[in-house]
């Protein structure tokens, strides 16, 4: 799946970037888990990608889509563990963005999305006991999310971002905030087309 949506962004990268008036960018950050939740305290992040498209320009305001997918790796190193969990995530999004002559380099931005959160589950073969069932599993829930980005150049940018994820729990899971409250701050670069 993730390759299919890195080939729908070079092409649309492609396509567009041909344009003159381009609004879209691309994003590349480091998502780094926060808070005491079952993600902060059981996942490293690793990498995570960002899709945005501006289609409304509404004086100082850009409305537009973006789509992030991210992937986090299970922080738990235990050798006798028999298998490992990754977690990644696709989180399709409205955002705002401010612009502002007075200040043109600085971009601060809010968000309203989705997010599905997919854990796979990788088998230790050195440890791995037939007996022990696991399944991978699948969750989602509301994506809130804010940003901040500077402009280096007309087309760079460094940006800082934050998602506030809730998700729903099962009947057999206690409605906690640690089980259903995810926090991710997202650091990194951006390209504009």
């Known amino acids: 799946m993730l390759q299919k949506v890195i080939l729908l962004l070079i092409g649309l990268i492609s396509i567009k970037g041909l344009a003159q008036d381009s609004k879209m960018s691309i994003e590349l950050s480091y998502p780094l888990p926060i808070d005491n939740n079952f993600v902060g305290d ?25 789509l992030n997918i991210g992937y986090l790796k299970n922080s738990k190193k235990a050798q006798n563990q028999p298998f490992d969990v990754n977690l990644y995530s696709v989180q399709p999004r409205i955002f705002a963005e401010l612009n502002l002559e007075s200040i043109p380099k600085i971009h601060p931005s809010i968000g309203l999305g989705y997010s599905l959160l997919y854990f796979k ?15 991978n599993q699948n969750e ?6 804010a940003g901040l ?15 506030f994820i809730n ?10 905030t640690y089980n259903k409250n995810i926090n991710i701050l997202k ?7």
């Open 167 to 176: 998700i729903g729990v099962d009947n057999d899971i206690p409605d906690i």
């Open 121 to 135: 589950v990788v088998h230790n073969a050195a440890v791995f006991n037939s007996n022990i069932s696991t399944n």
């Open 187 to 193: 650091i990194g670069l951006g390209y504009r087309f």
């Open 149 to 163: 980005s500077y402009d280096l150049t007309d087309k760079f940018m460094i940006q800082a971002q934050y998602d």
């Open 42 to 66: 059981n996942y490293n992040g690793i990498i995570d990608l960002g899709f945005k498209y501006r289609f409304l320009e509404l004086n100082s305001i850009s409305i537009g889509g973006s």
């Open 140 to 145: 989602s829930g509301l994506n809130i999310n």
